[in-house]
């Protein structure tokens, strides 16, 4: 699971008539919605450098909480689908992976962290993770400035069209 190899479908952003299209993801609407913030941070560091307005991004880590609360019963499910390796490995993994979450109290460093840090201490437009480490985004378009300044233009245009004042 992961957004589009182009970074943006801006033909998926809002349903026609109410109705998502029939190749609507939610896991990489999900990961779309994560590029974004990334190229939100970074673009909004370039539209104000100098005003002394700085933005970041961040990943709290993978959190314990009631966020998949509903994807454990599908996950399950593809597992069984995909064989007795896939649902075995479900079992024997699954556990490990839990075990590596933080719970919903320390998933907030990072965020406390570039709250509370110096400015000079960080890097305006940058990407955090883990707790107060710069890290280089993995999708290959979230350093795409073209991409960046037309989503901004976009989700203006959109916002707009719902009656914001922008």
């Not at 994560?34 to 880590?61: D, I, Q, W």
């Not at 499910?77 to 919903?104: C, H, Q, W």
């Not at 998933?107 to 107060?132: S, T």
Request: with cysteine.
């Amino acid at each position: 699971m992961g957004s589009f190899e182009e970074g943006m479908n801006f033909d998926q952003w809002l349903p026609k008539g109410g109705v998502m299209p029939d190749s609507y993801e939610d896991g990489v609407a999900y990961s779309q919605s994560k590029l974004a913030n990334l190229m939100f941070a970074a673009e909004l560091a370039t539209r104000t450098s100098g005003t002394g307005v700085t933005a970041y991004a961040c990943h709290p880590g993978v959190i314990e909480s009631d966020l998949a609360r509903y994807m454990d019963p599908v996950l399950k499910e593809e597992a069984r689908k995909d064989g007795l390796v896939s649902e075995y490995a479900g079992k024997i993994f699954g556990p490990l992976f839990a075990a590596s979450m933080f719970n919903t109290e320390d998933g907030a460093l990072n965020q406390l962290y570039l709250a509370r840090a110096e400015g000079r201490e960080l890097v305006n437009g940058a990407f955090y993770h883990p707790i107060g480490s710069v890290t280089e985004a993995t999708h290959p378009q979230a350093s795409n400035a073209t991409l960046r300044s037309l989503l901004w233009e976009k989700t203006k245009k959109v916002l707009k069209k719902k009656g914001f004042k922008i």
